[in-house]
């Protein structure tokens, strides 16, 4: 276990933060469970919490309503607390298709994902962390609310190797195999190993490190921890640890009781679906179930072993599932010791109450239908309550808190003062529709972003589509500007690396829907166009709104246009609250002669370490042939197919795929330059 959490900032807190720090600090305290922090965009809501966390001295849960914004906390987590271990805990899919059944064209969707090995190396460095270290704080989207394994057979079936361990070569590999780990001839990866004489070379699941175990006979004479690329020896530890190389595990001793379980199940299903006629769903089932079990019991798991997780656990039929919440400490009557932090919670709250409904509604579905068995019911995310019930106490953190986090919180802290002295950005109302005087809401504002970006600022729009926030942003292309559009179906590191691209300039217009909201950090932001601001709904609410103009209050130019034909309800409403903050920072500005000074954050790339080994060589390749690909794109593209089919002919695939991917990159580029 680690020491306490300690703080690193330059600052101190200003404005109205230390008073925020003292009322959020005195409830917790107090013992209340539930505290909303109100916090105005740019007043500093997250070195707010910093300062909370040190003072409450708990492990942390900070869950956010999108990856993005989770990436983005948890590298300012990191700046804050250096010397604690922070982690970042999403979903491993870059692309997820869930298995489900459509009755009324009969048409069954087997489940279709794309793992992001980055993200999964991180999930495991989280759970590793929570369980070893009590300075920990875990950034997270709401994917934290489903089903992860047991943490108890997680950490049981941890894999302990001291020097002078008397062990032999093949009981090491035995050993790593009954934890999950896979044996490779070819360069390690997270949960691969691979023998070579007397050492075997493992690399854990959690990092980017390679263990070389040194054998004399059946005795680990030596440990050594190298560095993955440059094979330079870090460290010669006594002692190591590797966990299970997958978060669903179980003890071998306990597999047969485990397998009898399902077979019952699956009897006992069958006989309810034969009593229904349903011949078609029996045969559906028993294939499925014992081909499933058949991989159970030669390898310990198959695809899809998280529907019989029930099983596995020892739950009881209807129980909730393990989580991530389980990896978190407890006191000994199971009441929760750790801090949870619900940033832009009017968002992330409801997005956590709607998760089990759904899931819920196509599990259904695929159980009557014969796909899976009933326990696949119990493979689901946390229902509301059951959220409710793991996390105490809460920070309900947001500019706009919506009505439950009012309804739940004794303590309201209010954090509108901006330190910097920055003032809410002027917001103006002008037409959308085309008249004689004017020119319609995208000329218009393509006039104004051409202006801004004079100044060298940056400039965001946000619309009601993603394909009117592409076509917008191929406008823009076609009109000489720099445009970029980002929504929810880009890959997540993808998606990471567009915000820092558009923070160093190397395009001046962000294009996006309601991706562009909440919690985006971006200082360069000057200028806002809010696209038909008139259409009452979800999109253009009044939190919507305020969540909006807030983008550009960290900027002491920003400033934000609504086009709209009148001024709806929540229009009003948003830019009255957004007049009201202005008010109070214009007065304290005045009060303490401030002079607004736009934020300067160093840009760092938060994308770097999700991303995989392999891509960055790509990248570095592709870095060092610009210069020939400047002079000769076709000619270059033309020699790397050639020496990709020359690694090809020797088996050299590794090199094989790098070219591969290199070629790709170029032939993208290429297209785009003609385009």
């Known amino acids: 276990m680690e020491g306490k959490f300690t703080l690193n900032s330059e600052y101190e807190p200003a404005g109205d933060q230390p008073s925020a720090i003292k009322e959020v600090v005195a409830a917790l305290k107090r013992g209340e469970s539930d505290v909303t922090l109100l916090g105005a965009t740019g007043t500093g809501k997250t070195f707010t919490i910093a300062n909370v966390i040190e003072k409450i001295q708990k492990p942390t849960l900070v869950i956010a309503h999108n990856k993005t914004l989770a990436a983005q906390l948890a590298q300012e987590y990191r700046e804050f607390f250096p010397n604690n271990a922070v982690h970042y805990f999403v979903s491993y899919y870059d692309y997820y298709q869930?298995?489900?059944?459509?009755?009324?064209?009969?048409?069954?969707?087997?489940?279709?994902?794309?793992?992001?090995?980055?993200?999964?190396?991180?999930?495991?460095?989280?759970?590793?962390?929570?369980?070893?270290?009590?300075?920990?704080?875990?950034?997270?989207?709401?994917?934290?609310?489903?089903g992860l394994g047991s943490p108890k057979e997680y950490e049981k079936k941890n894999f302990r190797i001291d020097i002078d361990l008397n062990i032999s070569r093949g009981d090491i590999i035995r050993r790593l195999i009954d934890v999950y780990f896979t044996r490779t001839n070819a360069d390690l990866l997270p949960g691969t190993f691979r023998a070579i004489g007397n050492s075997v070379e493992i690399m854990p699941v959690n990092e980017r490190i390679i263990y070389r175990l040194k054998l004399v006979?059946?005795?680990?004479?030596?440990?050594?921890?190298?560095?993955?690329?440059?094979?330079?020896?870090?460290?010669?530890?006594?002692?190591?640890?590797?966990?299970?190389?997958?978060?669903?595990?179980?003890?071998?001793?306990?597999?047969?009781?485990?397998?009898?379980?399902?077979?019952?199940?699956?009897?006992?299903?069958?006989?309810?679906?034969?009593?229904?006629?349903?011949?078609?769903?029996?045969?559906?089932?028993?294939?499925?179930?014992?081909?499933?079990?058949?991989?159970?019991?030669?390898?310990?798991?198959?695809?899809?072993?998280?529907?019989?997780?029930?099983?596995?656990?020892?739950?009881?039929?209807?129980?909730?599932?393990?989580?991530?919440?389980?990896?978190?400490?407890?006191?000994?009557?199971?009441t929760p010791d750790f801090l949870t932090v619900i940033d832009e919670s009017h968002v992330t709250i409801p997005q956590i109450g709607g998760m089990f409904g759904g899931d819920k509604s196509r599990k259904k579905t695929l159980v009557e239908y014969g796909f899976r068995l009933p326990s696949a019911r119990d493979n689901r995310p946390l229902q509301f309550e059951e959220f409710e019930g793991r996390t105490d106490p809460v920070v309900y953190v947001s500019a706009t808190p919506g009505p439950y986090e009012r309804e739940k919180s004794t303590t309201i802290a209010e954090q509108v003062i901006r330190p910097t002295g920055l003032v809410d950005p002027v917001v103006d109302v002008r037409p959308v529709t085309e008249t004689e005087d004017f020119p319609g809401q995208v000329k218009d504002f393509i006039a104004e972003a051409k202006n801004a970006i004079?100044?060298?600022?940056?400039?965001?729009?946000?619309?009601?589509?993603?394909?009117?926030?592409?076509?917008?942003?191929?406008?823009?292309?076609?009109?000489?500007?720099?445009?970029?559009?980002?929504?929810?179906?880009?890959?997540?590191?993808?998606?990471?690396?567009?915000?820092?691209?558009?923070?160093?300039?190397?395009?001046?217009?962000?294009?996006?829907?309601?991706?562009?909201?909440?919690?985006?950090?971006?200082?360069?932001?000057?200028?806002?166009?809010?696209?038909?601001?008139?259409?009452?709904?979800?999109?253009?609410?009044?939190?919507?709104?305020?969540?909006?103009?807030?983008?550009?209050?960290?900027?002491?130019?920003?400033?934000?246009?609504?086009?709209?034909?009148?001024?709806?309800?929540?229009?009003?409403?948003?830019?009255?609250?957004?007049?009201?903050?202005?008010?109070?920072?214009?007065?304290?500005?005045?009060?303490?002669?401030?002079?607004?000074?736009?934020?300067?954050?160093?840009?760092?790339?938060?994308?770097?370490?999700?991303?995989?080994?392999?891509?960055?060589?790509?990248?570095?390749?592709?870095?060092?042939?610009?210069?020939?690909?400047?002079?000769?794109?076709?000619?270059?593209?033309?020699?790397?197919?050639?020496?990709?089919?020359?690694?090809?002919?020797?088996?050299?695939?590794?090199?094989?795929?790098?070219?591969?991917?290199?070629?790709?990159?170029?032939?993208?580029?290429?297209?785009?330059?003609?385009?």
């Open 217 to 334: 006979g059946s005795r680990v004479e030596r440990i050594d921890k190298i560095d993955a690329t440059t094979r330079e020896i870090i460290d010669t530890p006594s002692t190591i640890f590797l966990f299970p190389a997958k978060h669903f595990v179980t003890e071998k001793e306990k597999l047969d009781s485990i397998i009898s379980g399902i077979e019952e199940e699956l009897a006992e299903h069958i006989k309810e679906l034969e009593k229904q006629g349903k011949i078609l769903e029996v045969e559906r089932i028993r294939r499925r179930t014992r081909h499933d079990l058949a991989l159970i019991r030669e390898i310990g798991y198959c695809n899809g072993i998280e529907n019989y997780s029930r099983h596995f656990s020892g739950r009881n039929l209807g129980d909730a599932p393990d989580t991530l919440l389980s990896y978190f400490p407890h006191q000994e009557d199971g």
């Open 454 to 675: 004079k100044k060298g600022e940056r400039v965001i729009a946000t619309t009601l589509t993603k394909r009117m926030a592409e076509d917008l942003a191929e406008y823009l292309k076609e009109g000489g500007i720099r445009a970029e559009y980002l929504h929810s179906e880009i890959k997540t590191i993808d998606r990471i690396d567009t915000i820092t691209n558009f923070r160093k300039g190397e395009f001046d217009v962000l294009v996006g829907v309601n991706l562009l909201r909440e919690g985006l950090d971006l200082p360069e932001l000057a200028l806002i166009g809010i696209l038909d601001a008139d259409k009452e709904g979800f999109l253009r609410s009044e939190t919507s709104l305020i969540q909006i103009i807030g983008r550009a209050a960290r900027n002491v130019h920003g400033r934000v246009i609504l086009y709209a034909d009148r001024v709806t309800g929540s229009m009003e409403r948003a830019m009255s609250e957004t007049e009201r903050r202005r008010t109070i920072q214009l007065a304290h500005n005045k009060k303490h002669d401030i002079t607004p000074q736009t934020i300067l954050k160093h840009i760092r790339d938060i994308a770097s370490e999700m991303r995989s080994e392999h891509d960055k060589t790509v990248q570095t390749l592709v870095g060092l042939d610009r210069a020939e690909f400047t002079k000769n794109p076709k000619a270059l593209i033309k020699e790397k197919n050639r020496q990709m089919n020359d690694a090809v002919k020797i088996l050299d695939f590794e090199t094989a795929a790098l070219l591969r991917d290199e070629i790709r990159a170029l032939e993208r580029e290429l297209d785009s330059s003609k385009s």
């Open 98 to 146: 869930p298995e489900a059944y459509m009755p009324i064209s009969d048409t069954y969707i087997e489940k279709e994902a794309m793992i992001n090995e980055e993200i999964d190396r991180l999930r495991h460095a989280t759970t590793q962390a929570l369980l070893t270290r009590n300075d920990v704080i875990i950034v997270a989207s709401v994917s934290c609310i489903y």
